[in-house]
């Protein structure tokens, strides 16, 4: 599978008296620096070694017009770098010269491939599509420590991406060198006779803080892709049909509960990877029997509000490439949610809660198969296709908690006018095999469609329009939309709004829409400005992720960016925030806003805070389906700082704390943690997450039929703790052998007294909205506390081949001392808590066809 093109960073100079000429960044740099370069073709491939002796590199065009982009835009860099570019008809080569007159401060430090450490790093770029919108970044440091990287949007970065790519460094008398083999069967370009990449390389001097590149990057302009130079002039490098096989097998041992006691179960199970070019530019990616046990589990929590947890996606399979599938219909500070959300494929059983035991279910669906079609053709539409499909899970073969499945989503974007405006579609589609054990609980099918748009304009380009619609459609029996039309996600049973409960709905659907305005570049100013609206039968949580339907606002960020260094900051961000929030009927549900800043000072500390507050407004999700309850103004403060990463010690705190209620409810937060590094090969770090939380109205249970004049929508006030500790340890022995530890104990416990019902939901005085409930006595308090932890060492013992020693262990309690939190003595009976431990063994190998 291996085509490669070769990309070279190289500074001659060789006398030792010239050395500290040689690595000041010459005052013609910013007349010298071409944006086009020629390539050349490697009549011999140059040994990947880390040095500049081949004959290729003799005869290649020098690149030296190096521009230093941060801390300062446009300036001299403070050290000169110069760049190579050569290739034949497999691989595109680079070699790189870092000129350093002090060998001896270049930071190389040891991780695990795709950790960023604070080392020096060179990275190459390139967009081999020369569309101005993608592009494959892959980085090296004086380690050797490999990253890689898929660009998408023009500025959006998926670092889940792999590639099968060399690369060799050495550090001489001049400073250092680092070479790159990149094969062109990693990289998507359109069938022709002589292509045009765009291409840059950027270098980052880490005791500096400071980066330079070559062509400038602004960091002040918007996108990343769209500032790429080009190397022009690559012929003869034919088609670009890959095959990659990555066979792998799996041995484990687990010990579970069963009943009343543990036994252990042991399993061996084999699967494939299989990535295959369909042609130059699209590739099909699949598996079979795939097997995630060497990824990091999820943090615990206990989740007591009326919306579902979110977590991360950590598979690699869904997280590589996925970026043309992003749809986003919800934003909350940088997380975006729409109708595809990975996680639903292989999700835990969803009516485990009719089985009489329920250590006995399963964790996770087994995820029979998988496949996805992406990349982009020479039209400048990008295509993605997903389909997989997950297996039955049952107790004892004869329950079903979770039936058959089929998930599909496919999307489409297509450029226009070079990538500055375009549109796009998605479509999803999720079916279930039901039975009778399953049928009254889930939808038989769900299906979403939508449009979306964008438009850039104005000076330079900085501003763009965007925006989209997307409906929504799910069936099933009566009492299963029943659920729908009941769960947090609607609510259709609150008794004050003009939304009608319907016992006898077999479907449900709804709509999305958005548009927005927004400035990315351009002087010190960004804006962002848009309008949604969420009708109330609004559904995509089959394959997608979404809170809440029944909602429409407004919201408006501005902020001023320095990004020059002045008096005491290297960077400035100073954002202001504020949002408007309703149901479709137009009753307030929200009315707030924040001022906030983030910067990094001279001495390379970090800092942010800020402050805000909501004015009195609704709240729909509070009494579980009972009437909207009216909250009174609230304020909130965060702040949080950070050492200098280049520091053997790197401290970090955070505190956050909000108070509402006229004062009965209150949350803190702190947050120190610290950060170690005793030698380039070993890095650890502990953390502490303490959260006092005091809810005078926290929802415990609604007693009466629902909707109902005489039901009775109970909260109490809630006294909460809860402690977290996070550690890590890594210990490298080289870029390609590794030890990785997580370990996180977490316990929290709460108490609850004040047991009351809603009174007067809409009363603006606080104590006029409830009465007491349960003749003096009060609902029972929870002890909750888990331990989850991950030990993995990971072996590449060839290129793209990978073995994996994993021992997982997690530890669960609950039924102790409920209504109670006490540090030492609940960590010391989580501790004494049954373990359930996992071994297992991945071997996985890599082959190109």
């Given at each position: 599978?291996?085509?490669?093109?070769?990309?070279?960073?190289?500074?001659?100079?060789?006398?030792?008296?010239?050395?500290?000429?040689?690595?000041?960044?010459?005052?013609?740099?910013?007349?010298?620096?071409?944006?086009?370069?020629?390539?050349?073709?490697?009549?011999?491939?140059?040994?990947?070694?880390?040095?500049?002796?081949?004959?290729?590199?003799?005869?290649?065009?020098?690149?030296?017009?190096?521009?230093?982009?941060?801390?300062?835009?446009?300036?001299?860099?403070?050290?000169?770098?110069?760049?190579?570019?050569?290739?034949?008809?497999?691989?595109?080569?680079?070699?790189?010269?870092?000129?350093?007159?002090?060998?001896?401060?270049?930071?190389?430090?040891?991780?695990?491939?795709?950790?960023?450490?604070?080392?020096?790093?060179?990275?190459?770029?390139?967009?081999?599509?020369?569309?101005?919108?993608?592009?494959?970044?892959?980085?090296?440091?004086?380690?050797?420590?490999?990253?890689?990287?898929?660009?998408?949007?023009?500025?959006?970065?998926?670092?889940?991406?792999?590639?099968?790519?060399?690369?060799?460094?050495?550090?001489?008398?001049?400073?250092?060198?680092?070479?790159?083999?990149?094969?062109?069967?990693?990289?998507?370009?359109?069938?022709?006779?002589?292509?045009?990449?765009?291409?840059?390389?950027?270098?980052?001097?880490?005791?500096?803080?400071?980066?330079?590149?070559?062509?400038?990057?602004?960091?002040?302009?918007?996108?990343?892709?769209?500032?790429?130079?080009?190397?022009?002039?690559?012929?003869?490098?034919?088609?670009?049909?890959?095959?990659?096989?990555?066979?792998?097998?799996?041995?484990?041992?687990?010990?579970?509960?069963?009943?009343?006691?543990?036994?252990?179960?042991?399993?061996?199970?084999?699967?494939?990877?299989?990535?295959?070019?369909?042609?130059?530019?699209?590739?099909?990616?699949?598996?079979?029997?795939?097997?995630?046990g060497q990824v990091e589990a999820d943090p615990a929590v206990l989740n007591l509000g009326a919306f579902e947890q979110f977590f991360e996606e950590r598979r690699p399979f869904f997280l590589e490439g996925t970026g043309i599938f992003s749809f986003a219909i919800d934003c909350n500070d940088g997380q975006c949610t729409g109708p595809f959300y990975s996680r639903?494929?292989?999700?835990?059983?969803?009516?485990?809660?009719?089985?009489?035991?329920?250590?006995?279910?399963?964790?996770?669906?087994?995820?029979?198969?998988?496949?996805?079609?992406?990349?982009?053709?020479?039209?400048?539409?990008?295509?993605?296709?997903?389909?997989?499909?997950?297996?039955?899970?049952?107790?004892?073969?004869?329950?079903?908690?979770?039936?058959?499945?089929?998930?599909?989503?496919?999307?489409?974007?297509?450029?226009?006018?070079?990538?500055?405006?375009?549109?796009?579609?998605?479509?999803?589609?999720?079916?279930?095999?039901?039975?009778?054990?399953?049928?009254?609980?889930?939808?038989?099918?769900?299906?979403?469609?939508?449009?979306?748009?964008?438009?850039?304009?104005?000076?330079?380009?900085?501003?763009?329009?965007?925006?989209?619609?997307?409906?929504?459609?799910?069936?099933?029996?009566?009492?299963?939309?029943?659920?729908?039309?009941?769960?947090?996600?609607?609510?259709?049973?609150?008794?004050?709004?003009?939304?009608?409960?319907?016992?006898?709905?077999?479907?449900?659907?709804?709509?999305?829409?958005?548009?927005?305005?927004?400035?990315?570049?351009?002087?010190?100013?960004?804006?962002?400005?848009?309008?949604?609206?969420?009708?109330?039968?609004?559904?995509?949580?089959?394959?997608?992720?979404?809170?809440?339907?029944?909602?429409?606002?407004?919201?408006?960020?501005?902020?001023?960016?320095?990004?020059?260094?002045?008096?005491?900051?290297?960077?400035?961000?100073?954002?202001?925030?504020?949002?408007?929030?309703?149901?479709?009927?137009?009753?307030?549900?929200?009315?707030?806003?924040?001022?906030?800043?983030?910067?990094?000072?001279?001495?390379?500390?970090?800092?942010?805070?800020?402050?805000?507050?909501?004015?009195?407004?609704?709240?729909?999700?509070?009494?579980?389906?009972?009437?909207?309850?009216?909250?009174?103004?609230?304020?909130?403060?965060?702040?949080?700082?950070?050492?200098?990463?280049?520091?053997?010690?790197?401290?970090?705190?955070?505190?956050?704390?909000?108070?509402?209620?006229?004062?009965?409810?209150?949350?803190?937060?702190?947050?120190?943690?610290?950060?170690?590094?005793?030698?380039?090969?070993?890095?650890?770090?502990?953390?502490?997450?303490?959260?006092?939380?005091?809810?005078?109205?926290?929802?415990?249970?609604?007693?009466?039929?629902?909707?109902?004049?005489?039901?009775?929508?109970?909260?109490?006030?809630?006294?909460?703790?809860?402690?977290?500790?996070?550690?890590?340890?890594?210990?490298?022995?080289?870029?390609?052998?590794?030890?990785?530890?997580?370990?996180?104990?977490?316990?929290?416990?709460?108490?609850?007294?004040?047991?009351?019902?809603?009174?007067?939901?809409?009363?603006?005085?606080?104590?006029?909205?409830?009465?007491?409930?349960?003749?003096?006595?009060?609902?029972?308090?929870?002890?909750?506390?888990?331990?989850?932890?991950?030990?993995?060492?990971?072996?590449?013992?060839?290129?793209?081949?990978?073995?994996?020693?994993?021992?997982?262990?997690?530890?669960?309690?609950?039924?102790?001392?409920?209504?109670?939190?006490?540090?030492?003595?609940?960590?010391?009976?989580?501790?004494?808590?049954?373990?359930?431990?996992?071994?297992?063994?991945?071997?996985?190998?890599?082959?190109?066809?």
């Open positions: 599978m291996r085509r490669v093109l070769f990309v070279t960073f190289m500074a001659a100079g060789a006398a030792a008296d010239a050395q500290q000429l040689a690595a000041k960044s010459p005052a013609t740099a910013r007349a010298v620096a071409p944006f086009v370069t020629e390539a050349v073709r490697a009549a011999t491939a140059p040994v990947i070694d880390g040095r500049d002796r081949d004959e290729v590199w003799a005869k290649a065009q020098v690149l030296d017009g190096f521009r230093q982009f941060d801390p300062v835009e446009d300036a001299d860099p403070t050290l000169r770098t110069e760049a190579r570019f050569a290739y034949d008809e497999k691989n595109l080569y680079v070699l790189v010269r870092a000129f350093d007159p002090h060998p001896d401060s270049i930071m190389a430090l040891l991780s695990r491939r795709d950790e960023r450490t604070q080392s020096d790093y060179i990275r190459v770029m390139i967009d081999s599509y020369h569309d101005r919108r993608t592009g494959y970044q892959f980085i090296v440091n004086p380690a050797g420590v490999q990253r890689d990287i898929y660009l998408y949007n023009d500025g959006e970065q998926d670092e889940t991406w792999n590639a099968v790519w060399d690369a060799r460094t050495a550090i001489d008398s001049l400073g250092w060198i680092a070479e790159f083999r990149i094969p062109l069967s990693q990289l998507r370009f359109a069938p022709r006779d002589e292509h045009t990449f765009g291409v840059g390389v950027q270098r980052e001097v880490a005791r500096l803080n400071e980066r330079s590149s070559w062509p400038l990057y602004r960091r002040t302009a918007f996108g990343i892709a769209s500032q790429l130079g080009e190397i022009r002039g690559i012929r003869g490098i034919g088609g670009n049909r890959r095959v990659e096989l990555m066979p792998y097998s799996v041995q484990s041992n687990e010990s579970r509960a069963r009943g009343a006691g543990w036994g252990r179960t042991q399993r061996s199970t084999v699967g494939a990877d299989l990535k295959l070019g369909i042609s130059s530019n699209l590739t099909l990616d699949a598996t079979i029997n795939p097997d995630f639903r494929v292989g999700r835990a059983p969803q009516t485990g809660f009719v089985s009489p035991d329920p250590h006995a279910v399963p964790t996770s669906s087994t995820i029979l198969g998988a496949a996805k079609l992406t990349g982009r053709l020479s039209n400048g539409m990008s295509i993605g296709v997903m389909n997989a499909m997950t297996g039955r899970e049952a107790v004892a073969d004869s329950l079903t908690v979770e039936p058959r499945a089929n998930y599909f989503v496919a999307r489409m974007q297509q450029d226009l006018r070079g990538g500055r405006s375009g549109f796009g579609a998605i479509v999803s589609a999720t079916n279930r095999s039901l039975d009778a054990q399953t049928r009254d609980f889930l939808r038989r099918d769900a299906y979403t469609a939508g449009i979306d748009f964008r438009h850039r304009f104005g000076p330079g380009d900085n501003l763009q329009v965007s925006g989209h619609v997307l409906g929504s459609a799910v069936h099933g029996s009566e009492p299963a939309i029943a659920r729908t039309q009941r769960s947090g996600v609607h609510f259709y049973q609150r008794p004050d709004d003009d939304i009608a409960f319907d016992s006898t709905r077999t479907s449900l659907g709804g709509l999305s829409s958005g548009i927005g305005i927004n400035k990315s570049g351009g002087g010190i100013t960004r804006f962002h400005t848009g309008l949604w609206y969420k009708s109330p039968g609004l559904e995509v949580n089959d394959l997608g992720y979404m809170q809440s339907a029944n909602s429409m606002g407004h919201s408006l960020w501005f902020a001023l960016v320095f990004q020059q260094p002045r008096a005491f900051y290297r960077r400035l961000q100073v954002n202001f925030n504020q949002w408007n929030s309703f149901f479709t009927d137009g009753l307030s549900t929200g009315r707030g806003g924040n001022i906030n800043l983030n910067g990094q000072l001279k001495n390379m500390w970090f800092f942010y805070g800020g402050v805000g507050g909501e004015l009195g407004s609704y709240c729909g999700a509070c009494l579980r389906g009972g009437p909207a309850l009216f909250e009174l103004p609230r304020m909130f403060s965060f702040m949080g700082f950070g050492g200098d990463q280049r520091k053997a010690v790197v401290p970090e705190f955070n505190f956050n704390y909000s108070r509402g209620d006229v004062g009965r409810s209150h949350n803190l937060g702190l947050g120190p943690r610290v950060n170690i590094r005793v030698a380039s090969r070993f890095s650890a770090s502990l953390g502490v997450n303490y959260n006092r939380n005091v809810d005078d109205r926290q929802w415990i249970a609604n007693y009466g039929a629902v909707g109902g004049d005489s039901t009775k929508y109970t909260v109490a006030h809630l006294d909460q703790k809860t402690v977290a500790l996070t550690s890590r340890v890594n210990w490298t022995a080289s870029p390609t052998l590794s030890v990785q530890l997580y370990a996180q104990p977490f316990a929290t416990g709460g108490s609850y007294t004040d047991w009351r019902h809603v009174r007067d939901p809409r009363n603006r005085t606080y104590e006029a909205q409830f009465t007491p409930y349960g003749a003096g006595a009060d609902p029972d308090g929870f002890n909750f506390k888990q331990f989850r932890s991950n030990t993995v060492v990971r072996w590449e013992y060839r290129p793209g081949s990978t073995l994996f020693f994993v021992w997982q262990q997690g530890r669960t309690q609950d039924h102790l001392d409920p209504g109670s939190f006490q540090f030492g003595r609940d960590y010391r009976n989580l501790f004494d808590a049954h373990p359930q431990n996992t071994f297992l063994i991945k071997a996985s190998y890599w082959m190109g066809l």
